[in-house]
């Protein structure tokens, strides 16, 4: 994830998707834990599929 991390400190990021798989496996890990600052988004649209996953697109605020 370093070079997701490193592109969103940079702002060179325009849209970002999360895929939510509604499961549960017990202890996880941060997603972006190797930014050393905030970058704010906001919550654009969402689709939810079928399955259950949830697909969630943020755009920079």
């Known amino acids: 994830m370093t070079l997701t991390a490193s ?3 940079l702002g060179l990021v ?3 998707r999360v ?3 509604p499961i549960t496996l017990g202890a996880g890990r941060s997603l972006f834990s190797t ?3 905030r970058v704010p988004f906001e919550l654009w649209r969402t689709t939810t599929f079928r399955s259950g ?3 969630l697109t943020y755009r920079p605020a």
């Open 53 to 55: 996953n949830v697909l």
């Open 19 to 21: 895929l939510v798989n």
């Open 7 to 9: 592109l969103l400190e």
């Open 14 to 16: 325009d849209e970002l």
């Open 35 to 37: 930014l050393n600052r």
